[in-house]
């Protein structure tokens, strides 16, 4: 199975910060890895595909960008609305694993 | 707007059936190239595919839970079906139903989502 790893497991930032979140796949995958925020008690948020493309009505201070097997999510300045966590998921083959998730918490 | 809404029994005894049923508004599910799915979250901790299925009824299963998966659809109701056998407390999660991106395939990504529903599996 392709693992997806992701760091760090939580990140303490402020408004206005600029924030990285790193995920790691085992093996190749392309560029077939997707984005997701999600709050508590809420479904995960749709917000990045094949590794950088924005999706439709996304705030333009998310970004993501591929480098080989490393993959990461640049939240430009961290607004209010972005305290969450944040999840990977890998499309190219097994089981579609998501990493375990990179909380983003207010410093 | 295309919404997704989960629905059944909250609460299944171990060794049953967890039946649940995902009701879509806004779009034919079959009526366009597009994969619904099935993705769960045990109470604090990552997400999991379960399974896919295709407009035309294909289905494609997570190989963990492939022996005891079923996925359906149901035209006449716009809506599409999981069961899953024999569950045991490691079932106890937080079910989510999905649609699958027009860009990708039945492991992803997915662009609309349910709101969720939690079953526990307890006797």
């Known amino acids: ?107 | 707007q295309l919404q997704l809404q989960e629905s059944g029994p909250g609460l299944v005894k171990p060794s049953e059936i967890l039946s649940l049923t995902c009701s879509v508004s806004g779009a034919s599910i079959s009526s366009s190239s597009l994969y619904w799915v099935w993705i769960r979250q045990p109470p604090g901790k990552g997400l999991e595919w379960i399974g896919s299925i295709y407009y035309s009824g294909t289905t494609y299963y997570n190989p963990s839970l492939k022996s005891r998966v079923t996925i359906s659809l149901d035209t006449s109701k716009n809506q599409f079906s999981l069961k899953l056998n024999s569950v045991t407390a490691a079932d106890t999660a937080v079910y989510y139903c999905a649609r699958g991106h027009p860009s990708g395939s039945y492991l992803g990504p997915y662009d609309h989502w349910g709101r969720g529903t939690l079953v526990t599996v307890s006797s």
């Open chain 1, 1 to 107: 199975d392709i693992q997806m790893t992701q760091s760090p497991s939580t990140l303490s930032a402020s408004v206005g910060d600029r924030v990285t979140i790193t995920c790691r796949a085992s093996q190749s995958i392309s560029t077939w890895l997707a984005w997701y925020q999600q709050k508590p008690g809420k479904a995960p948020k749709f917000l990045i595909y094949k590794a950088s493309t924005l999706e439709s009505g996304v705030p333009s201070r998310f970004s993501g960008s591929a480098y080989g097997t490393e993959f990461t999510l640049t939240i430009s300045s961290l607004q209010p609305d972005d305290f969450a966590t944040y999840y990977c998921q890998q499309y190219n083959s097994d089981s579609g694993t998501f990493g375990q998730g990179t909380k983003v918490e207010i410093k």
